[in-house]
């Protein structure tokens, strides 16, 4: 899988792409990000990204002109899947959604500043749009880096056994159950006795019994 991203700080992405899971994905070649900065593509010496809103107003636009010369220069290269603009009106990113992403093979992700990009730009150049949620972030580029991080550690291989995707939140239906670690008895606070007993199928239905009531209790619409 490869990952485009256009952006006005490419710096931003260095911290979430150097630790973890995407820096082993990274690293095993298992998916390429490739971060572009949209002021290379500007046409003045001032290498200027943005302008004035038509119509006045506070806050500045981001131009078409450098956003549409940089998708040019990736089409030309290859076909891409989807072309997302990080929006906080778009659709909201949730699993499913995350799970159809990392079928794919090729993604852009358009970062905005100010107060958005230019509205043809989202009219004519995009294929998709997507938000982190339903608040207003300075920018895309953290939607980015979390659209990208929860993609990339679907990827086959990506995590190893220990840490299946299969049985995390979200992905089949379920909030992950409670778990524990050493010790078993911290001050007084114990870790469940089942956890303890060695009975694998004992401790499948106990967990499957606790993700269920958690599901009930904290998130209902899922059920
Ligand atoms: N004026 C816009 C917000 C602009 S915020 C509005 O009210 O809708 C500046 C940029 O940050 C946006 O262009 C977008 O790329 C990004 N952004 C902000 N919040 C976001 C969110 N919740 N999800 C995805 N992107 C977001």
């Known amino acids: 899988m490869r990952i485009d991203i256009l952006t006005i700080f490419p710096g931003m992405f260095e911290g979430p792409f150097s630790y973890s899971i995407v820096k082993r994905a990274l690293e095993k070649k298992l998916v390429e990000i490739h971060l572009h900065d949209i002021r290379d593509y500007a046409t003045d010496k001032h290498r200027r990204v943005d302008d004035y809103p038509f119509g006045g107003g506070a806050g500045m636009v981001m131009m078409i002109e450098p956003v549409e010369r940089c998708l040019d220069a990736l089409k030309l290269e290859r076909a891409y899947d989807e072309i997302i603009y990080m929006s906080p009106d778009g659709e909201r990113l949730d699993q499913p959604m995350v799970n159809n992403l990392s079928t794919r093979s090729n993604l852009i992700l ?57 049985t995390d ?55």
Do not use: N
């Open 110 to 166: 358009l970062c905005g500043h100010y107060k958005g990009v230019d509205e043809r730009i989202r009219e004519h150049l995009i294929t998709r749009e997507v938000s982190a949620g339903d608040y207003v972030l300075s920018g895309g580029e953290l939607p980015a880096a979390i659209l990208t991080d929860a993609v990339v550690r679907l990827i086959p291989g990506v995590l190893g056994d220990e840490t299946s995707a299969l």
């Open 169 to 223: 939140s979200f992905q089949d239906q379920l909030l992950s159950p409670p778990v524990y670690t050493r010790p078993s008895d911290y001050k007084g606070w114990k870790v469940p006795e089942i956890l303890l007993s060695g009975h694998d199928r004992k401790i499948a239905e106990w967990r499957h019994e606790q993700a269920v009531m958690r599901t009930k209790k904290r998130r209902p619409d899922m059920l």
